[in-house]
């Protein structure tokens, strides 16, 4: 149960009076998900039907926050199924809860799909384009903090937890990503705000519909075909070996290509951003393993998944985009 700040009704009581959303009525702790402390709220009434979630940032300071709510409430203003966030009667979008910063969102209906097929990664793969083309005009800048930057950085704090065949590889792959950033290819690659954590717990379905998609507290500007890797590494693979299944990937990228055409640039750099998209989560993963954050309870996620996945990347090539 990662819940690391608990909440109650009475807690509330007061504290709701600032939404125009009359009193909460119900609230129950979620347990999925890892960074932040998320509850299902539901009010007397409201323009969701009274159904919301809470959600209380664990790491994220109130100034990083503007960047990922503005941007859902950009997003969901154009029609891209995102929970739309509730201002309260101040126009504020992020207050403090327990002295931590809190929102309260839409509730989106579905659930994940954890055993996605074709025909929902090319729900996932329109809806990603969907989404780049409509976040094009957001006023605000945030770089992916999980980016380049964050790995070149953090490598160093994790190494001393690996054996020697992880560390190479670690120090290897962060040396040629630096390496594929400076050069002339990835500078033209197309970029603007990206999810940059959009694996199947982050999606709901309804069916065959997608219904939503949510958990953008990894959001920044990057390149748009870095999401795309990103995507494709968690939704088209056998879990268990980290190998790309031809079909789903076929569907998720010519349902993108549809909405937005890949470019030569980003046909040239497929390969590299798919090794950049496991290389960011399998870092991660080490570093919430070694360097564990206080909570109630922490599952924290399994870095070899990622680990075989990105050696899985560098030995076999992907199919390529359209
Ligand atoms: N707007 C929403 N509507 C419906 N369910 C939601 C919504 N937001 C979050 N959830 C539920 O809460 C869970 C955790 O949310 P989220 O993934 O944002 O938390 P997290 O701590 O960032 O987790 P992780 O980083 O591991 O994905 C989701 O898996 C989903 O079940
Ligand atoms: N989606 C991430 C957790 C949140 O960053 C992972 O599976 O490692």
Request: aromatic share 10%; glycine share 6%; charged share 20%.
């Amino acid at each position: 149960m990662a819940v690391f700040t608990a909440v109650s009704l009475d807690d509330l009581h007061q504290w709701i009076k600032q939404y125009p959303l009359g009193q909460a009525v119900g609230l129950e702790g979620i347990s999925s998900g890892i960074d932040n402390s998320n509850f299902f709220l539901n009010t007397a009434h409201g323009p969701y039907s009274g159904q919301y979630v809470l959600t209380i940032f664990e790491n994220l300071r109130f100034d990083q926050l503007p960047f990922y709510v503005k941007l859902m409430a950009h997003l969901a203003e154009r029609g891209i199924p995102v929970p739309a966030p509730v201002p309260n009667t101040d126009g504020e979008l992020v207050v403090a809860l327990h002295g931590k910063p809190a929102i309260i969102v839409s509730r989106l209906q579905g659930s994940s799909q954890l055993d996605p097929q074709p025909v929902h990664c090319a729900e996932v793969g329109r809806m990603l384009a969907r989404m780049h083309l409509a976040a094009q005009d957001f006023a605000l800048h945030q770089p992916n903090l999980r980016g380049l930057d964050w790995w070149v950085e953090t490598a160093p704090a994790v190494l001393p937890y690996l054996e020697e065949a992880e560390a190479a590889l670690l120090r290897s792959e962060v040396a040629y990503q630096s390496e594929f950033a400076a050069g002339a290819t990835y500078a033209q690659l197309a970029r603007g705000p990206v999810h940059a954590d959009l694996f199947r717990n982050n999606v709901m379905f309804e069916g065959e519909r997608l219904s939503g998609c949510f958990d953008f507290y990894f959001a920044g500007v990057d390149t748009w075909l870095y999401d795309v890797a990103v995507t494709v590494n968690d939704w088209c693979v056998d879990l268990a070996t980290g190998v790309l299944d031809p079909a789903p990937v076929r569907a998720l990228l010519d349902a993108y290509h549809e909405v937005r055409p890949f470019t030569d640039d980003e046909r040239a750099a497929w390969q590299p951003m798919l090794r950049a998209g496991a290389l960011r989560f399998w870092l991660s993963r080490l570093y919430d393993l070694h360097l564990p954050r206080a909570a109630e309870l922490l599952t924290p996620h399994d870095p070899t998944h990622f680990e075989r996945i990105l050696r899985e990347r560098i030995a076999c090539p992907a199919p390529n985009l359209p």
